[in-house]
C-alpha cells in the first residue's frame, strides 16, 4: 500500500506511450492550448530552470540557432520556465540585444507550476521552485515519444535531440528499428522474423547486412 503515499508529481509524471497532457498556457508567442497546437506537427517541448541564467541561456541559444533543422523535421518548439511572461520577454531582449540570437518560438510563462507538474518537471530532490532540464518529443497524434531528463546543472546535447528526433521518425516512416550512435545515412536494423518462413526469406536475402539470423541491417532507399 505504500505507494498510495506517493508525491503528487510522481503520480501525474507521464510516460513514454501516454497521450501528451493537454494544458493552456500564456507564451511569448501568446496563448496556446496544446492539444490545438502545431496540428500535424512533432513537438519538442522542453524545460529550463530560470531567465537570465547561464546554463540555460547557452540551451536556449542552442535551439533558436538550430530551429531550421527543427523546421526542417517538421517540428516546433515549446520552451518553459517558472517564470513571468514579463521576465521571458526581457530575456529574449536581452540575448538578442547581446548575442544577436532570438528566441522565435513560444515560451510558456508557468508561474503557477501547472504545467510543470504535469509534466514531472518538478524534481524536489532536485528543487520544488524549478524545472529541472526535461525534454519531450511528443509526434502528431500528441503522444510522448521519448523523455530526456537532466539536472540543473548540466547542460544537454543538441545533436543528441536532433538525432533521436530523426531516428524516431525514421523509424515510424520506414518500421524499422534504430542501432547505437545511428545518424542520418547509417543502415538500420530491420525487424526479427516471426516465423519459420520469413526466417528463410531472411537467410535468402543478399541484400541484408546479417550479423545473425535475428541481427540484420539494411541501406534505406530514399
Same mark, same amino acid.
Given at each position: 500500500?505504500?505507494?498510495?503515499?506517493?508525491?503528487?508529481?510522481?503520480?501525474?509524471?507521464?510516460?513514454?506511450?501516454?497521450?501528451?497532457?493537454?494544458?493552456?498556457?500564456?507564451?511569448?508567442?501568446?496563448?496556446?492550448?496544446?492539444?490545438?497546437?502545431?496540428?500535424?506537427?512533432?513537438?519538442?517541448?522542453?524545460?529550463?530552470?530560470?531567465?537570465?541564467?547561464?546554463?540555460?541561456?547557452?540551451?536556449? $541559444?542552442?535551439? /533558436?540557432?538550430?530551429? *531550421?533543422? !527543427?523546421?526542417?523535421?517538421?517540428?516546433?518548439? #515549446?520552451? &518553459?520556465?517558472?517564470?513571468?511572461?514579463?521576465?521571458?520577454?526581457?530575456?529574449?531582449?536581452?540575448?538578442?540585444?547581446?548575442?544577436?540570437?532570438?528566441?522565435?518560438?513560444?515560451?510558456?510563462?508557468?508561474?503557477?507550476?501547472?504545467?510543470?507538474?504535469?509534466?514531472?518537471?518538478?524534481?524536489?530532490?532536485? $528543487?520544488?521552485? /524549478?524545472?529541472?532540464? *526535461?525534454? !519531450?518529443?511528443?509526434?502528431?497524434?500528441?503522444? #510522448?515519444? &521519448?523523455?530526456?531528463?537532466?539536472?540543473?546543472?548540466?547542460?544537454?546535447?543538441?545533436?543528441?535531440?536532433?538525432?533521436?528526433?530523426?531516428?524516431?521518425?525514421?523509424?515510424?516512416?520506414?518500421?524499422?528499428?534504430?542501432?547505437?550512435?545511428?545518424?542520418?545515412?547509417?543502415?538500420?536494423?530491420?525487424?526479427?522474423?516471426?516465423?519459420?518462413?520469413?526466417?528463410?526469406?531472411?537467410?535468402?536475402?543478399?541484400?541484408?547486412?546479417?550479423?545473425?539470423?535475428?541481427?540484420?541491417?539494411?541501406?534505406?532507399?530514399?
Amino acid at each position: 500500500m505504500e505507494h498510495m503515499n506517493a508525491p503528487e508529481s510522481i503520480n501525474l509524471m507521464p510516460r513514454i506511450g501516454d497521450t501528451a497532457p493537454d494544458f493552456e498556457a500564456l507564451t511569448t508567442k501568446g496563448k496556446i492550448k496544446f492539444s490545438e497546437f502545431a496540428p500535424d506537427k512533432w513537438v519538442v517541448l522542453f524545460s529550463h530552470p530560470a531567465d537570465f541564467t547561464p546554463v540555460c541561456t547557452t540551451e536556449m $541559444s542552442g535551439f /533558436a540557432q538550430r530551429k *531550421a533543422e !527543427f523546421d526542417a523535421l517538421n517540428t516546433e518548439l #515549446i520552451g &518553459l520556465s517558472i517564470d513571468s511572461i514579463h521576465a521571458h520577454l526581457g530575456w529574449v531582449q536581452n540575448v538578442r540585444e547581446n548575442t544577436g540570437v532570438y528566441f522565435d518560438f513560444p515560451i510558456i510563462a508557468d508561474l503557477d507550476m501547472k504545467v510543470s507538474k504535469r509534466y514531472g518537471m518538478l524534481q524536489p530532490n532536485e $528543487s520544488e521552485t /524549478a524545472a529541472v532540464r *526535461a525534454v !519531450f518529443f511528443i509526434d502528431p497524434a500528441k503522444k #510522448i515519444r &521519448l523523455i530526456m531528463y537532466y539536472p540543473l546543472n548540466v547542460g544537454r546535447n543538441m545533436d543528441e535531440i536532433l538525432r533521436a528526433l530523426e531516428a524516431l521518425q525514421v523509424s515510424d516512416k520506414h518500421r524499422v528499428a534504430l542501432p547505437l550512435d545511428w545518424k542520418r545515412g547509417e543502415k538500420v536494423i530491420v525487424p526479427p522474423p516471426k516465423t519459420l518462413d520469413e526466417l528463410n526469406t531472411r537467410l535468402a536475402d543478399e541484400t541484408l547486412e546479417k550479423v545473425d539470423w535475428y541481427l540484420a541491417k539494411k541501406e534505406l532507399q530514399n
